[in-house]
Structure formats: structure tokens, C-alpha cells
């Protein structure tokens, strides 16, 4: 039976992931730090068809952590063939002022560990010759991001190592996808201080709409998955507009009163 991945499982995308590829009939390892939380969503998982849900608490920030998580699933026996990289946060402020040590976690989650977890899982998978996985980037990636500097070049480097990725692995039954959603319903905005952003509400997907999006997408061996039709459009335009006037923009709708 096939074993899916998801990290950062306890809300949010990770969390619709769950219930998505358990509707699928996958068996599911869930990760994140909340433990409750991720027992409730793995419960939930089962009764949706998930042939098996696993929750392991785990912090992958810390250097020690996506192996350990990897030694716990190689002593079990349980072999991934999905993943769903998915855990991260932001911050937003101005960079002089938002607090170093939280910076350089936000960097340790959403960069290294992606990477870590990607190069624990994609080993297996080329050895099988098959699997997928799922790095979730953001519209972010696109642009620079004033007022979230350190979380748009972060997903700026998840789009960047995922296509490389891709291309590396696809002649060996390994597919890759970067999937850039944008502004999402989810505890993001609480976490990273946007709710207050000049984005309208009509802007926002469901984290359900955004999650369904992302599976179609890999089903048609996508490697990059813009959800929404106006973000796809923006995510065009920005290349080809003035670095400087884009910056300008984004800083004017990001920057806190």
C-alpha cells in the first residue's frame, strides 16, 4: 500500500492534504510539532478512507530533525513513495526590526528542511523508480517580497531547487512539482501578521480548492502548479515588469501600519 509524507500536517494545506490523499486511500505519516493536533487530523484521515494515518511530532527546524523522522519510519518499515513538503511560516515587518533568531528559523524550515526531508525521501524513490513529491512554494516566489523579505526568498529557492529537481529526476520515474499557491485561508495569516494586507477577500482560495488544484495537477505530471487564474496571470506579469516598480508595490500592500 502506498505511504504518503506530509509534513506541516496539523492545519492548514497540510491538513487538507490529509484528508485528500486519504480519500484516495493512501496510508498517511503526518508531521508537525502539535502532537493533539496531528493525532485529531490523523483520526479524521482514517475515517475518510485513509488505510492507515500516522502522527509523529517532530520539529524540522532543528538540524536533527528530518532524520530522526526518517530513522523512526525506516525502523517501522514504512517505505514513502508520496511526499508533500509542506511545513513553513512567515514573519512580516521590517527586516532591521523583526527578531534574528526567528528569521533564522523561518529559514531552517522553510529552505534546509525542504531540502532535507526532499533529499531523505528522493533517494528511495529513484532506487524504486517511481514517486512524487510535492514542494509547496508560493506565488511569493515570483517577486521579491518587502516587508517579508526572508519568506519570499525562501520560496523563491523552493521553486528554483523544485524545477532543478524535477529535471534531475523525471527520466528516473521520480516526478517533482513546485506548487505556488496564492493568498490562502489558512493560520498562516495569524502566524505571519497578514491579515490586515491590502489583498481583498475575494483573493483568497480555500485551502480545500487550493489542495484538489494541486493533485489534478500532478495527475497531468505538472512541474509547476500556479493555483488560481489570476495569480498564474500575476506570476506572468511580474517577469516582465520593472524589478524595482514590483518592489515598490508589494511594499506598499505588505507594509505594516
Not at 501578521?193 to 487550493?210: H, L, N, R, W
Not at 497531468?220 to 515598490?248: I, W
Request: charged share 20%.
Amino acid at each position: 500500500m502506498p505511504w504518503a509524507l506530509i509534513t506541516g500536517a496539523s492545519s492548514g494545506l497540510g491538513e487538507e492534504f490529509a484528508y485528500a490523499l486519504a480519500r484516495e486511500r493512501f496510508s498517511l505519516v503526518l508531521t508537525a510539532r502539535r502532537k493533539e493536533r496531528l493525532e485529531a487530523v490523523a483520526e479524521r484521515a482514517r475515517a475518510l478512507g485513509a488505510l492507515a494515518a500516522e502522527p509523529i511530532a517532530q520539529d524540522l527546524s532543528g538540524r536533527d530533525g528530518p532524520p530522526e523522522l526518517f530513522e523512526r519510519l525506516n525502523q517501522a518499515g514504512l517505505t514513502i513513495d508520496f511526499l508533500v513538503n509542506n511545513a513553513g511560516f512567515g514573519t512580516r515587518g521590517r527586516f532591521d526590526q523583526l527578531p534574528l533568531e526567528r528569521e533564522l528559523e523561518q529559514i531552517d524550515l522553510n529552505v534546509r528542511a525542504v531540502v532535507a526531508v526532499a533529499h531523505l525521501a528522493v533517494a528511495g524513490m529513484v532506487e524504486r523508480g517511481y514517486g512524487t513529491i510535492i514542494n509547496v512554494a508560493s506565488t511569493s516566489a515570483f517577486q521579491p517580497m518587502p516587508y517579508m523579505a526572508v519568506y519570499g526568498a525562501g520560496k523563491a529557492f523552493v521553486l528554483s531547487f523544485s524545477l532543478a529537481l524535477a529535471a534531475e529526476v523525471a527520466a528516473r520515474g521520480v516526478h517533482v512539482m513546485a506548487l505556488c499557491p496564492g493568498p490562502t485561508r489558512t493560520e498562516f495569516q495569524q502566524v505571519a501578521d497578514t491579515e490586515q494586507v491590502m489583498i481583498p477577500a475575494f483573493g483568497y482560495m480555500t485551502s480545500k480548492a487550493v489542495v484538489d488544484q494541486a493533485l489534478a495537477a500532478v495527475r497531468r505530471r505538472k512541474r509547476l502548479y500556479v493555483n488560481g487564474g489570476t495569480n498564474r496571470a500575476m506570476a506572468a506579469m511580474v517577469r516582465f515588469a520593472p524589478r524595482g516598480l514590483v518592489s515598490r508595490i508589494v511594499a506598499a500592500m505588505f507594509r505594516p501600519a
